[in-house]
């Protein structure tokens, strides 16, 4: 398992770009980390934007990793927008339904802008799970 996460703190939330292998223990691990550094910032609004390489995971790995991870992150995170340029689109969709059935915050999307405008709206105060995309709703 090899990873970097990087931090840069907005004013609403903070973006952490990963880099590193693509693996089930690499992103269950890069969580974790997370959530020690949401704690440590007091900031439980993320966008994390994972440029991990490799072969992606296949639907039945993304399930077993939600499903790993969600108790950990269930009443955690107020709102988690996940990026991720190199995923097929179906598969995206795939990951954030199971995670939102499992009751996390999370919304996937293609670009870092429609996620930060989903990021915005959700400090607001919106609870509306609506994807964003190219900057506006659908």
Partial sequence: MSYKVTYD???TY???????????????QYVSDLRDECDKQDCYRVLVEEKLDGPRLTEMEIF??????SPDALG???AFAYVDEKQAFDISRF???VAVNR?????????????KNWLRHQAMGSEEQDVFLDGSED
């Fill in 14 to 28: 903070i973006h952490a770009l990963v880099t590193g292998t693509n693996t089930a223990a690499t992103i269950s």
């Fill in 64 to 69: 077993a990793l939600i499903s790993d991870v």
């Fill in 95 to 97: 990951t954030e339904t």
């Fill in 9 to 11: 703190r907005r004013l």
């Fill in 76 to 78: 955690f995170f107020k």
């Fill in 103 to 115: 009751g996390i915050p999370i919304a996937v999307f293609s670009s870092v802008a429609d996620a």
